[in-house]
């Protein structure tokens, strides 16, 4: 999962948010940027039922935040939404590609757009992604 730092630096890059079911998002500078949420159509939390861990099911959560805008909160995509908005993104331009290379640890996604090809490194495919996907909205916006 990417950090929060970097999920914010995408949408102000212009990444938009379409949600959806298991989507994760954080409700940021209200004392919970520790914590990340996820939509679903039921909550389910961890308990304890006679001494054994057990999931337990709500059909609603009560809770002092009764809603929030979505252009309040931040996604946080996973690595398959990454990669599906680079792909999006690389559709306009012919002989567009995008490669992940995995090796000891380091990942580096490579992005073949507009007549050169760039490199980005992090220790997760998710960062790579992001850090790619962050180039071409940046150079998009910049056009």
């Given at each position: 999962m990417?950090?929060?730092?970097l999920?914010?630096?995408?949408?102000?890059?212009?990444?938009?948010?379409?949600a959806?079911?298991?989507?994760f998002?954080?409700?940021?500078?209200?004392g919970?940027?520790?914590?990340l949420?996820?939509?679903?159509?039921?909550?389910?939390?961890?308990?304890?039922?006679?001494g054994?861990?057990?999931?337990?099911?709500?059909?609603?959560?009560?809770?002092?935040?009764?809603?929030?805008?979505?252009s309040?909160v931040?996604?946080?995509?996973?690595?398959?939404q990454?990669?599906?908005?680079?792909l999006?993104?690389l559709?306009?331009?012919?002989g567009?590609k995008?490669?992940?290379e995995?090796?000891?640890?380091?990942?580096?996604?490579?992005?073949?757009?507009?007549?050169?090809?760039?490199?980005?490194?992090?220790?997760?495919?998710?960062?790579?992604?992001?850090y790619?996907l962050?180039?071409?909205?940046?150079?998009?916006?910049s056009?």
């Amino acid at each position: 999962m990417i950090s929060l730092a970097l999920a914010r630096r995408l949408k102000s890059a212009g990444l938009i948010w379409n949600a959806s079911n298991n989507d994760f998002f954080a409700v940021p500078d209200r004392g919970m940027d520790e914590r990340l949420f996820v939509l679903a159509d039921m909550q389910a939390q961890l308990d304890l039922f006679r001494g054994w861990p057990v999931v337990t099911f709500h059909g609603t959560a009560e809770w002092a935040l009764d809603y929030i805008l979505t252009s309040e909160v931040v996604w946080l995509p996973r690595e398959d939404q990454l990669r599906n908005a680079i792909l999006s993104n690389l559709t306009d331009s012919a002989g567009s590609k995008i490669s992940l290379e995995v090796m000891g640890g380091n990942c580096t996604c490579a992005i073949q757009w507009q007549e050169e090809t760039k490199r980005f490194s992090a220790d997760s495919a998710g960062d790579a992604y992001a850090y790619a996907l962050l180039y071409i909205l940046d150079k998009r916006r910049s056009t």
